[in-house]
Nanobody, 119 residues
Framework: QVQLVESGGGLVQAGGSLRLSCAVS????????MGWFRQAPGKEREFVAS????????YYADSMKGRFIVSRNNAKNTVYLQMNSLKPEDTAVYYC????????????WGQGTQVTVSS
């Protein structure tokens, strides 16, 4: 069992930046990768980016490439999402999620952090 706590959300103007953090506690060593997802009002939750703990391999949704950067600090069991050149359409609740070793999906989720981008 892992617990995930996101932080770093807030209100920012278009063109600005934010860095989200996701602290992993509990059985962090049972996870192989971390992901960031987001859900805007009235929309489905969508994948943003992911990163593996061991090699740091990263994957991004096409619309986030070049603006968002996912990174991790293994010593702190923390994953980050650096978001640059933010747009009003990036407004959403951002969630981090953990993928267990041997699993294909993200099964553990944080409570989410609100990101609001004003125009």
């Amino acid at each position: 069992q892992v617990q995930l706590v996101e932080s770093g959300g807030g209100l920012v103007q278009a063109g600005g930046s934010l860095r989200l953090s996701c602290a992993v506690s509990g059985r962090a060593d049972s996870t192989s990768a971390m992901g960031w997802f987001r859900q805007a009002p009235g929309k489905e939750r969508e994948f943003v980016a992911s990163i593996t703990w061991s090699t740091g391999s990263t994957y991004y949704a096409d619309s986030m490439k070049g603006r968002f950067i996912v990174s991790r600090n293994n010593a702190k069991n923390t994953v980050y999402l650096q978001m640059n050149s933010l747009k009003p359409e990036d407004t959403a609740v951002y969630y981090c999620a953990a993928r267990s070793i041997g699993s294909s999906g993200f099964r553990s989720w944080g409570q989410g952090t609100q990101v609001t981008v004003s125009s």
